[in-house]
Every structure is written in structure tokens, then in C-alpha cells.
């Protein structure tokens, strides 16, 4: 999800349409995008929103777990966002020819980022199932889980042992298409191979044949064409920006009034929606009924990237904190109202619980993993290259 803030880069003139020149020049270093920090940290909350308890409470407890729908938006939120920010980041790879290894500098800032957090959850997942008297995962669910490669069970994909890991299952496959585009430096590569796995999901019934990759395909076109930008203004005037929110946010609420039309109705309630939403007897895929809007979303962010005063941002370095860790800081913001015998007041105290366990994971663990990613990048940057 979320992931280190990326430079933008802008490709030489010659550059041709599918492979990247030597030349590529730096248009804009180190560039912070507020827009999509702030949308990160809403993308996750609203994720959390998915997974708090339902309450009837007028108003706030249609957002929360009576209506999954709502909060899973946040997903495809995740997902273009993750787009833009790995597309610039493979831009960068490919636009700088005096690196060294740009492929395994890549790939280390992905594994840092991404992998010691979720081992450390996952780990505390399998703890908490063992005080509880819980069946444990068997080896190969936990492999499976560890190394997030998607697992069959009875014909079915089963999720990982950290349920909300599906997601990150469908990142790392990202990151595998763009390690493949810095390989054979062939920036288009991952969008091409996004938009044809997902029409051949028409025919191929597979994990990675899935449509829910436009997602990451749509912001990696946004990437590309910010690369190509000398500098971030405002290319879009208000009423446009306003109509394009207001016609994504409504196709939001739209979706969030069906089903999952991927399990029959009676189940519904028990599972998070995924792929296809039912209204009635006919299904919407989700990609249009949550991934365009989370584009638009997204495009109109980045065109106000300079132009808005983003207040949230700063939260946005403690999304993947927040993502992974959530499920525990709602338990530990349940333990006085459940004493007390007034569950609902979880809600009040929900926000610092949040604080608490994403600041916590986020100093201790993820932000020193990060680090320690970027320092072994950099040795491979400034090393001589191999003779």
C-alpha cells in the first residue's frame, strides 16, 4: 500500500514508446506527493471502517461493519495508488544509467518495505490463535502466507493468515511485473501485462487472470504520465475537479448498496465483497464500480497536488501500520467498553488506539526496515560495478 514517496522523472524526447534511453532526464527529485499521502491514509481508514463492529447508530453505523462495501473501497483506492508510486519508482530505475544493480536495489526497497511488518502480524496472528485455543495453520498455510504466493483449498483460493493479506498477494504480483520491466528496461511492460491478464480473465478462471489489476494498471498510466511532467500545477479548474469527485463518490455509494455477487445472499454479511457486486440479478465487476472512481479519485488528487493544502498527509507514512495493525487496535479499544458493558464506546477510543499501535509498529518496526532497505540500496548505488 503504501509505499516510500516517489521522485518524478521526465523521459528524454527520443525516448522510444517501449523502451527507456539512457538519456532520460531528472524533471522533478524527491518530490513529495501530498495528494496521494492523504489519500493513503483515508484509503486505510475507511478499511478499518470495514472492520469495526456494526453498531446502530444513526449515520456512523452505516460506514462501519454492517456495510463492508463502504469500507473496502479503500482497497481500490490502495491499488492505483500503489500504481502511480511503483510506476515512478520503476521510472526512476530505468531513467538512471550511472546506478548499479537497479534491479536489486528495486527489489531490497520492496521486500524492506513490505515484508518485516507483515511477518511480524502474521507471526502474532498464529499467537493469538494458539491463546485462544484456536486451530492452528498447517506448514503449508503458513508458507503459503509468509511467502504471500496465492494457496488452493478445495478448489477455492484461501485467503492468508492475515486475511486482509489478498491485497498484498496482488501487490507483490505487481512488483514482480515492474522488477520484469527494470530487467528487460521496458517501462510498459507492467501496464501491458495488467490489461491483458484482466481481459483474459473473460476465458481463465486463475488468481492473477483478474480484473481488480486495472487498478494497479490505471495509476501506472497516471506514473507514466507524470514522469513526463517539468512540474506538478493545477491542469484542472474547480468545477470539472468537483464533478469528476462527485460522480466517483456516488458510483462509491452505489456500489455499496448491493452484494457480493461471488457468494450467495444468506452469506453475504459474513464476507467482504471482492470482485463482483450484485444488485439483484445483475453483477457489476468491481473494477467498474469502485476502480474507476478510485481513478478518478486519484488523477483529480494529483492535478490539485499543488494547488490544495493536503492537512493529512503527514499521517500518510503510517497507512501500511494502520492497514496491517488495525484489527489489533480495534481489540485493544474494545477492552474498557466491554468491562463497562457499552461496547459502542470502542468508537470513542478507537482513534487513539490507532495512534498507539500504528505509531508504535511504525517507529519500532517499519520505519527502522525501511531504513535499513535504503542503506543497503545505497551501498549497491555507490559500489563499483561488477567488471
Not at 494457496?151 to 505487481?174: K, N, S
Not at 517501462?187 to 484482466?198: E, I, Q, T
Not at 493536503?310 to 477492552?335: D, E, M, N, P, Q
Request: glycine letters at 6%; aromatic letters at 10%; one cysteine or more.
Amino acid at each position: 500500500m503504501s509505499l516510500p514517496t516517489p521522485s518524478l522523472e521526465r523521459s528524454a524526447a527520443s525516448e522510444s514508446v517501449s523502451r527507456v534511453s539512457p538519456t532520460t532526464s531528472t524533471a522533478i527529485l524527491s518530490r513529495s506527493l501530498q495528494s496521494l499521502e492523504t489519500l493513503r491514509i483515508v484509503a486505510a481508514l475507511l478499511v478499518v471502517c470495514a472492520h469495526v463492529p456494526a453498531y446502530d447508530i444513526p449515520v456512523i453505523g452505516w460506514w462501519l461493519g454492517a456495510n463492508r462495501f463502504v469500507g473496502s473501497i479503500g482497497v481500490d483506492l490502495f491499488f492505483v495508488i500503489s500504481g502511480v508510486v511503483i510506476g515512478l519508482s520503476t521510472v526512476r530505475a530505468l531513467s538512471s544509467p550511472s546506478a548499479q544493480r537497479p534491479l536489486v536495489q528495486f527489489l531490497i526497497s520492496r521486500a524492506f518495505r513490505i515484508v518485516p511488518l507483515y511477518w511480524i502480524v502474521t507471526a502474532a496472528t498464529v499467537l493469538l490463535l494458539w491463546r485462544k485455543g484456536l486451530p492452528l495453520p498447517s506448514v503449508p498455510e503458513l508458507l503459503h502466507s509468509l511467502t504471500l504466493i496465492p494457496r488452493l483449498d478445495q478448489m477455492q483460493y484461501a485467503d492468508p493468515i492475515v486475511h486482509i493479506g489478498w491485497t498484498l498477494q496482488f501487490e507483490v504480483f505487481f512488483y514482480a511485473l515492474c522488477a520484469l520491466a527494470i530487467a528487460f528496461r521496458a517501462k510498459w511492460l507492467p501496464m501491458v501485462v495488467a490489461v491483458l491478464l484482466a481481459g483474459a480473465s473473460l476465458v481463465v478462471d486463475q488468481y492473477y487472470f483478474n480484473p481488480i489489476l486495472l487498478g494497479f494498471a490505471g495509476g501506472y498510466a497516471l506514473a507514466l504520465h507524470l514522469a513526463r511532467q517539468s512540474h506538478l500545477s493545477a491542469r484542472l479548474s474547480a468545477v470539472p475537479a468537483l464533478l469528476m469527485v462527485i460522480g466517483a463518490v456516488a458510483l462509491f455509494l452505489l456500489g455499496a448498496t448491493g452484494r457480493d455477487g461471488g457468494y450467495p445472499a444468506e452469506l453475504d454479511l459474513g464476507h467482504a465483497p471482492r470482485m463482483v457486486i450484485a444488485f439483484g440479478d445483475v453483477l457489476l465487476p468491481r473494477w467498474i464500480a469502485w476502480g474507476l472512481p478510485a481513478w478518478a479519485v486519484v488523477a483529480v488528487a494529483l492535478r490539485l497536488e499543488s494547488s490544495f493544502n493536503w492537512r493529512l498527509a503527514f499521517l500518510g507514512k503510517y497507512t501500511y501500520s494502520v492497514y496491517l495493525c488495525h484489527t489489533f487496535a480495534i481489540s485493544l479499544a474494545l477492552i474498557l467498553p466491554r468491562r463497562a458493558g457499552a461496547e459502542v464506546w470502542m468508537l470513542a477510543l478507537l482513534p487513539v488506539s490507532l495512534l498507539v499501535v500504528a505509531g508504535i509498529t511504525y517507529r519500532a518496526i517499519e520505519h527502522p526496515m525501511i531504513q535499513t532497505g535504503k542503506r543497503l540500496a545505497d551501498r549497491l548505488r555507490h559500489s563499483p560495478a561488477a567488471p
